[in-house]
């Protein structure tokens, strides 16, 4: 069982950067793979970026590309989304996922988290 808890949300400016995190509990961590999701209000959850379980592979979603950027510390069972330049368009409720596969994939995550808003005023 993984428990996953975001942080780092908040109210920023359109241009702005945030950092979120996900801390998440339990010894195989190291062996998931990690995702980032989100959803806007009436829209359906998206996909935003993932990465493998070694860290060496990563994924974006076209939107985010070039201004998002995940990363893991296993150490600190932690992974990261760096956001800058940040649109309007990006506010949303994120999500952390994991997978107990630890292949990079945009799909099939088993752990989610309760979500962290994040709000981008224009």
């Known amino acids: 069982q993984v428990q996953l808890v975001e942080s780092g949300g908040g109210l920023v400016q359109a241009g702005g950067s945030l950092n979120l995190s996900c801390a998440a509990s339990?010894?195989?961590?190291?062996?998931?793979?990690m995702g980032w999701f989100r959803q806007a209000p009436g829209k359906e959850r998206e996909f935003v970026a993932a990465?493998?379980?070694?860290?060496?592979?990563?994924d974006y979603a076209d939107s985010v590309k070039g201004r998002f950027t995940i990363s893991r510390d296993g150490a600190k069972n932690t992974v990261y989304l760096q956001m800058s330049g940040l649109k309007p368009e990006d506010t949303a409720v994120y999500y952390c996922?994991?997978?107990?596969?630890?292949?990079?994939?945009?799909?099939?995550?088993?752990?989610w988290g309760q979500g962290t808003q994040v709000t981008v005023s224009s």
């Open positions: 996922a994991a997978r107990t596969n630890g292949y990079l994939s945009r799909h099939d995550f088993d752990y």
């Open positions: 339990g010894r195989t961590f190291g062996g998931y793979a």
């Open positions: 990465i493998g379980w070694s860290g060496g592979s990563t």
